[in-house]
């Protein structure tokens, strides 16, 4: 059976510009179709999906797309409805969608009303035999390679697996698709957010910054100096843009009456139970290296650490650079010279 691919692709926060990691997705459907030799088109949810289009310029495939008010805000009733018409319009056997918050809400549902099958989190394709699909399972340590002969088949992708596609800017057809959305039983009135400087975790940051342990512990004077680590840390992290990682022994202090960096949650755990991030470049601080660090860091980059034990997990082939230093000072001295930049 010949396959065609739909790449569904839905705005940011303004509405009438396409996501970062739909961007990738749209790459990954370029390439999926060139190796299948399948028809490709691309899917668009937008409040103005003619101006989304722009960035998609020079694609080479159809574009398809439903634009309403109503999907400025993620509501899964809309949503779906908008995805569903996109989908009727195109019939294709395989849709690729980014692995998104927005996304991850309504594609099970998607596939259960077009009668397909769907599998998330996806981080490699392969066309070698067949279609096959890899996700990891078990805590980042089994990787599982997928494939299904039932169509139509919804692939959720993981950021970082394709590099953002490139448009050539420009007009973009658009050949609009009619949809019906439900009434809405949700309204949103306004949005609470964290202040830039409060806010620790940022997906699309360049460089991640994990925190270990050792930044709570005694230090050469026999003493703790959390709060000066809190002042380090945020200071790096507000003037360098980076998102903030930790380790789980250092976000478990707090439930052991331990000093603590207060502005560190569950959230920022990098590790076997927590999130594998995908940023170009990686900075290890007072972590020793051992599995949980190397399995949740195993898409970074560019790794490096800054440890004062020479022989720790770190220095045995798991960075890329090993800086022997005190993270103190190390850190400090760094604050000092990008404020001098800036």
Known sequence: MAESILVLTHADETGRSLTKLSMEVVSAGKDLA?????HLAIGILAVDSVSAAGTVG????????????????????????????????VQPTIILAPQSSRM???AAGLAHRIGGKVDTHITAIRTEGGLEVSRWLYRQRIETVITRSERPWVLTFEAGVYPPFEG?????????VAV????KRTKVIGVRAPAQAAQTIRPDARMLFVAGAGWTKKQ???????LEAGELILGFLQKTGASLGSSKSLVDQGGDGQPVLPFLTHMNQVGQTGSTPRHA?????????????VVGWRFIGDRRAISLD?????ARGKADVVYVADAFKVLAKVNELLGSRR
């Open 104 to 106: 991850a809400r309504v």
């Open 58 to 89: 020079g694609i080479g495939a159809p574009v398809f797309g439903v634009s309403d008010e109503a999907f400025a805000q993620a509501r899964y009733g809309t949503d779906i409805a908008g995805y569903e018409a996109l989908y009727r319009a």
């Open 281 to 293: 470049k990686g900075l290890a601080t007072c972590c020793h290296g051992e599995e949980p660090h």
């Open 168 to 176: 050539t800017g420009g007009d973009v057809v658009v050949e609009p």
């Open 180 to 183: 019906e959305l439900p009434p």
């Open 34 to 38: 060139a190796r299948l030799d399948a």
């Open 310 to 314: 020479p022989n720790c997990g770190w």
């Open 220 to 226: 050469a004077d026999g003493q703790t100096h959390a």
